[in-house]
T-cell receptor
């Protein structure tokens, strides 16, 4: 199994450009997440999804949109990139666990985005 | 505003020394996890604690969840260079949304 994969690994954008980050998981997980990681701030949740066709806002959703058309894929879009969106973006997935309430997240390798 | 504050932010120690990393919050969490992240990779789960006062051991790593479920600590005994990395705590109020701490960057010098 590949686990969680992210494309691309690196990207440089100019202010105002748009792009889509793709996350794919082959573990049949229900939940998927997008985080951004900035120095000294840990990871902050942007958006998440609890199932195909559903999405919800996290801590820092402004400037981002997401879609979950297929269970295995979770897309993160930036419509008009800004320098403040320079960051490392991580996708994660987790199982629902049935009656369990503890969710282990499996992370992808990250996408390093620079907006100039 | 960070829900979870970790201390210290940076830690550099000699191989064989012991260390403790703290994760503190004013919020109560239903569960708390510790992850380790190496450069260029995503975080990897080390442990999950769910009961106030719970202590879990993973070889040389000891994790404790505070009695009030607001804080946690990670203690490493006889640190090795392979322990080098970024340690992150993450708390959940419900099952599917986690708040990550600010991170502790550990360097173990051979």
């Amino acid at each position: 199994n590949a686990g969680v994969t992210q494309t691309p690994k690196f990207r440089v954008l100019k202010t105002g450009q748009s792009m889509t980050l793709l996350c794919a998981q082959d573990m049949n997980h229900e939940y998927m997440y997008w985080y951004r990681q900035d120095p000294g701030m840990g990871l902050r949740l942007i958006h998440y999804s609890v199932g195909e066709g559903t999405t919800a806002k996290g801590e820092v959703p402004d400037g981002y949109n997401v879609s979950r058309l297929k269970k295995q894929n979770f897309l993160l879009g930036l419509e008009s990139a800004a320098p403040s969106q320079t960051s490392v973006y991580f996708c994660a997935s987790s199982y629902s666990g049935g009656l369990a309430t503890i969710y282990e997240q499996y992370f992808g390798p990250g996408t390093r985005l620079t907006v100039t | 505003t960070q829900l979870l504050e970790q201390s210290p932010q940076f830690l550099s120690i000699q191989e064989g020394e012991n260390l403790t990393v703290y994760c503190n919050s004013s919020s109560v969490f239903s569960s708390l996890q510790w992850y380790r992240q190496e450069p260029g990779e995503g975080p990897v789960l080390l442990v999950t604690v769910v009961t106030g006062g719970e202590v879990k051991k993973l070889k040389r790593l000891t994790f404790q969840f505070g009695d009030a479920r607001k804080d946690s600590s990670l203690h490493i005994t006889a640190a090795q260079p392979g322990d080098t990395g970024l340690y992150l705590c993450a708390g959940a109020h419900t099952g599917n949304q986690f708040y990550f701490g600010t991170g502790t960057s550990l360097t173990v010098i051979p």
